[in-house]
């Protein structure tokens, strides 16, 4: 039967109406199936802490099992190229940190998806501040003290990483470029790694983890000389930031956050963002982070991608001024 022309207008405005609406309908029924987690890396460490702790209240909010989906390999890349390419409906979302959303494309690393293109912002998790040790060997008993003996030996104090380009190599990077001082680094084969080389003195200096640091300090077997952090650590208030020792506005934390696909329907991203900000408010899942050294903290998604554009700014100018690059 032929549809009469003055019946076309209608029949497209009902098409432009219902398009409209689809994604609110999506959104109201919402999740359908449960929901992926991708966490890009191994069971136990902070990135799959934050999502079982998280996910397991998200669960309850969303109606619908949350499962953690461990994806580890490139330093968090595989995970983020997954989660790119899955269907926009919310099913799957990713436990974004900097490494791969910040620090792999400005460092020049091939990988398969384009951060500013690819994700949608929903909400930040929380943050993790680093610690500067030294081995106690080392002439300095604080960051002033160390700023004083670098610039009286140039490139003679050396410093672990747990690789090249990630953000303790970064964060000693940005450390010496606000002092004006030059430090050799010594990459290792993650933090594993790199700690016991620190305790036993084959390196002098190193930020790292905050928590796994500190019962070496009491003992005696590191010196630790200041905090990555804005402000003190409640896990080490007696510890200084490095800011507060001469290097005002010196911040360096990893962040947390969690991402979409970048065309997942609005509504479905704001429904995320109102049980993970509940989730995180939670006093059980609040005392559980910091007890895993995260300061816990929903935003807003437009809150979440001022931390990620603001990294890229900062990180960008680090890595072209320190000559970094991908080997």
Known sequence: MAIKSKSV?????????????????QANAYPTRPVRFVVGFLPGGP???????????????LGQQVVVDNRAGAGGNVSAEIVAAAQPDGHSILLGTGGPLVIAPVIGQKVGF?????FAAVSKLGDSMSILSANPGLAANNVRDLIALAKAKPSEINYASSGIGTANHLAAELLSSMAGIRLTHVPFRGSGA??????????????GPLLPAIPHVKAGRLKALGVSGLKRSSGAPDIPTIAEQGLPGFEVNSWYGVFVPSATPAPIVARLNK????????????????????????????????VVQAEKKLWTKVIKEAGIKVQ
């Open 9 to 25: 207008p209608r029949l497209l405005a009902a098409a432009i109406a219902l398009a409209g609406i689809l994604p609110y309908l």
């Open 114 to 118: 384009d951060p500013d293109r690819d």
């Open 275 to 306: 049980e993970l900000v509940r989730a995180l408010s939670l006093p059980d899942v609040k005392e559980r982070l910091m007890r895993d050294g995260v300061e816990p903290g929903g935003s807003t998604p437009a809150q979440l991608l001022a």
């Open 47 to 61: 990135s799959d802490t934050i999502a079982r702790v998280v996910g397991s209240k998200l669960s309850e909010g």
């Open 194 to 207: 790199a700690l016991p080389a620190l305790i036993g003195g084959e390196v002098k200096l190193g930020f």
